[in-house]
T-cell receptor
Framework: DGGITQSPKYLFRKEGQNVTLSCEQN?????MYWYRQDPGQGLRLIYY???????QKGDIAEGYSVSREKKESFPLTVTSAQKNPTAFYLC???????????????FGPGTRLTVL | EDKVVQSPLSLVVHEGDTVTLNCSYE??????LLWYKQEKKAPTFLFML????IEKKSGRLSSILDKKELFSILNITATQTGDSAIYLC???????????FGKGTKLTVNP
């Protein structure tokens, strides 16, 4: 089945620890995105990548890092520098304009991170 | 600053009612507007709108875009309890293909 997978589903972290959230897609999409969702805040863009080995900061990149070594994978690291990391994290992917039926983003099931 | 504003933020209706959800935007380099439904986890895609005045329909849901007045509406007729969800509006920026999301409208449909 084609789709986007995220792991783990739930993650607990102690203050001061770095954690890495996994995102994999087998849709052959060029672009991948990471969002954070807090209650009443909608989705806010953390990082995005349109091509392997390249990525750009979104609106709230501080305290996060990413890599894009393979087209299928876009892991997100939440570092100890992130002041308030408890949130629901969503990964998405899409074709780029002109290479598919549109720029609709498909979402993974999400990872809920809780800092203890 | 780019922004997408949805209203109302929360709405409670009874089964069978018709609802209209609003989305206004001020986004540079507009490419398209997307509506998503989010129940417990991942948002699921509903509609993509790129042209003004063309209604998109899917069953009891429909949506239309007004690029002159910079807004879109999502209509749901004969609501059912399964329509209870958060409805998200997002605008795609050309070039970066980034999505700018609104805060969502939480719809609750009571039996």
């Amino acid at each position: 089945d084609g789709g986007i997978t995220q792991s783990p589903k739930y993650l607990f972290r102690k203050e001061g620890q770095n954690v890495t959230l996994s995102c994999e897609q087998n849709l052959n999409h060029d672009a991948m995105y990471w969002y954070r969702q807090d209650p009443g805040q909608g989705l806010r863009l953390i990082y995005y990548s349109q091509i392997v080995n390249d990525f750009q900061k979104g609106d709230i990149a501080e305290g996060y890092s990413v890599s894009r070594e393979k087209k299928e994978s876009f892991p997100l690291t939440v570092t100890s520098a992130q002041k308030n990391p408890t949130a629901f994290y969503l990964c998405a992917s899409s074709m780029l304009e002109g290479r598919g039926r549109g720029n609709e983003q498909f979402f993974g099931p999400g990872t809920r991170l809780t800092v203890l | 600053e780019d922004k997408v504003v949805q209203s109302p933020l929360s709405l409670v209706v009874h089964e069978g009612d018709t609802v209209t959800l609003n989305c206004s935007y001020e986004v540079t380099n507009f490419r398209s507007l997307l509506w998503y439904k989010q129940e417990k986890k991942a948002p699921t895609f509903l509609f993509m709108l790129t042209s003004s005045g063309i209604e998109k329909k899917s069953g009891r849901l429909s949506s239309i875009l007004d690029k002159k007045e910079l807004f879109s509406i999502l209509n749901i007729t004969a609501t059912q309890t399964g329509d209870s969800a958060i409805y998200l509006c997002a605008v795609v920026q050309g070039g970066s293909e980034k999505l700018v999301f609104g805060k969502g409208t939480k719809l609750t449909v009571n039996p």
